[in-house]
């Protein structure tokens, strides 16, 4: 018992060092996130964080990993049971707007932040956010396409450019809300994305 005790523990422990790198990742940026730097947030010695992660490129990559899982989460566990094709599409566009508006980190959604910071560079982390963006991508048009099948888009639909249109109304709700201090981003990213799959708005 206390073993599993101490297994717990730790994995508690690791779970709020995660959680402190990304709240400071989204305002800062992942290079933000140091070892020293999270040691001094959760009252934590240096050699008891990088105990639990080895290197600050283990650090960020979980780090990725634990924002990865929480868009999987919050955007699309919600809807993956509905029927595939516009019905999921349409629930999955709500369902990542209302992610992006309100991601729960204090510079906002923290994908779209590492995103930015990383898509030029080269690397393991790089890798990382790249792979799960594009398992996202594949969820995307694999429901457009079945959209496609099923009559509800027209044939000849450029599912890439769905994606990518989708995707671009996502990640300009951060900018808009942080930057500009816009307060409807989710009803105009709502409509643009209704737009793009051609259904009319329901508002």
């Given at each position: 018992?206390?073993?599993?005790?101490?297994?717990?523990?730790?994995?508690?422990?690791?779970?709020?060092?995660?959680?402190?790198?990304?709240?400071?990742?989204?305002?800062?940026?992942?290079?933000?996130?140091?070892?020293?730097?999270?040691?001094?947030?959760?009252?934590?010695?240096?050699?008891?964080?990088?105990?639990?992660?080895?290197?600050?490129e283990k650090?960020?990559?979980e780090t990725?990993?634990?924002?990865?899982?929480?868009?999987?989460?919050?955007?699309?566990?919600?809807?993956?049971?509905?029927?595939?094709?516009?019905?999921?599409?349409?629930?999955?566009?709500?369902?990542?707007?209302?992610?992006?508006?309100?991601?729960?980190?204090?510079?906002?959604?923290?994908?779209?932040?590492?995103?930015?910071?990383?898509?030029?560079?080269?690397?393991?982390?790089?890798?990382?956010?790249?792979?799960?963006?594009?398992?996202?991508?594949?969820?995307?048009?694999?429901?457009?396409?079945?959209?496609?099948?099923?009559?509800?888009?027209?044939?000849?639909?450029?599912?890439?450019?769905?994606?990518?249109?989708?995707?671009?109304?996502?990640?300009?709700?951060?900018?808009?809300?942080?930057?500009?201090?816009?307060?409807?981003?989710?009803?105009?990213?709502?409509?643009?994305?209704?737009?793009?799959?051609?259904?009319?708005?329901?508002?």
């Amino acid at each position: 018992m206390a073993g599993r005790a101490s297994a717990q523990a730790a994995l508690e422990t690791r779970r709020s060092v995660l959680c402190a790198a990304a709240e400071l990742a989204s305002v800062e940026g992942l290079d933000s996130v140091t070892i020293g730097r999270l040691a001094d947030r959760l009252g934590m010695s240096k050699a008891g964080v990088i105990g639990q992660f080895r290197s600050k490129e283990k650090l960020q990559l979980e780090t990725v990993d634990l924002v990865l899982e929480d868009v999987r989460t919050r955007v699309w566990q919600p809807v993956c049971h509905l029927d595939a094709g516009l019905p999921r599409l349409l629930a999955v566009c709500a369902s990542w707007v209302r992610y992006a508006v309100d991601p729960g980190y204090a510079g906002g959604c923290l994908l779209t932040q590492v995103t930015y910071d990383y898509d030029g560079r080269t690397g393991a982390v790089h890798d990382r956010i790249a792979e799960g963006r594009a398992r996202w991508r594949d969820t995307l048009r694999r429901d457009i396409d079945a959209a496609v099948a099923a009559g509800d888009l027209p044939p000849g639909t450029d599912a890439p450019q769905v994606v990518y249109g989708l995707e671009s109304l996502a990640a300009g709700i951060t900018p808009a809300r942080l930057l500009h201090g816009d307060n409807q981003t989710e009803d105009w990213a709502l409509r643009g994305m209704h737009a793009i799959l051609g259904v009319p708005s329901t508002d």
